[in-house]
């Protein structure tokens, strides 16, 4: 079965500080892999995505992720956290088909303190 | 320039009752979604739509149906609304490049209180 796991429920940060959030997967076949974030009563915002080719994958607002087929990872990083940074952090694992339906991790909430 | 939009923003209405959530899409999209998240936050899809095919996710109650009156539009109908569906519902879309599904782009979610 496709799953998408988030092991923080949240992460902490001091400003200025590197940050990680974490996202492994587990899906036949080459999985196409998402990562998307919420702000408070808002819609999902696109941040970046992996479907194929090199490995490291740079995004909006400075984020980037790295794919690692030997761990099923997927995890978040940004060199230098913002306060603006603080919102809610979801992974995404596409399962298949024609139409790309998500599987969505359970989200992680970074909160990202001056 | 509103990419996916959802009308209404709030939804409040009785038990029992039948109310509709509109979707629209102006990026010229293939395929379009419904997600519902509960209120631990949790994202589970719905209903997968385009021209050719509807996929259902076959947790999803018979009442909630999907709605296509053309490509740029899936409304989503439910009937005889439960407590359990106070929710926000969202709307995407995504283009099919090359064959296969890319990005998905959210509408700004409809928050459903069920009384």
């Known amino acids: 079965a496709q799953s998408v796991a988030q092991p923080e429920d949240q992460v902490n940060v001091a400003e200025g500080n590197p940050l990680t959030v974490k996202c492994t997967y587990s899906?036949?076949?080459?999985?196409?892999l998402f990562w998307y974030v919420q702000y408070p009563n808002r819609g999902l915002q696109f941040l970046l995505k992996?479907?194929?080719?090199?490995?490291l994958v740079k995004g909006s607002y400075g984020f980037e992720a790295e794919f690692n087929k030997s761990q099923t990872s997927f995890h978040l990083k940004k060199p230098s956290a913002l306060v603006s940074d603080s919102a809610l952090y979801f992974c995404?694992?596409?399962?298949?088909?024609?139409?790309?339906?998500?599987?969505f991790g359970k989200g992680t909430k970074l909160s990202v303190k001056p | 320039d509103t990419a996916v939009s959802q009308t209404p923003k709030y939804l409040v209405t009785q038990m029992g009752n039948d109310k509709s959530i509109k979707c629209e899409q102006n990026?010229?999209?293939?395929?379009m979604y419904w997600y519902k998240q509960d209120s631990k936050k949790f994202l589970k899809i719905m209903f997968s739509?385009?021209?050719?095919?509807?996929?259902i996710n076959e947790t999803v109650p018979n009442r909630f149906s999907p709605k296509s009156p053309d490509k740029a539009h899936l409304n989503l109908h439910i009937n005889s609304l439960e407590l359990g569906d106070s929710a926000v519902y969202f709307c995407?879309?995504?283009?099919?490049?090359?064959?296969?599904?890319?990005?998905?782009?959210f509408g700004p979610g409809t928050r459903l209180t069920v009384l």
């Open positions: 739509y385009n021209n050719k095919e509807l996929i």
């Open positions: 995407a879309s995504s283009p099919l490049r090359g064959g296969h599904p890319d990005t998905q782009y």
């Open positions: 990026l010229g999209h293939d395929t």
């Open positions: 995404a694992v596409n399962y298949g088909g024609s139409q790309g339906n998500l599987i």
């Open positions: 899906v036949s076949g080459n999985p196409y």
């Open positions: 992996y479907i194929t080719g090199d490995n």
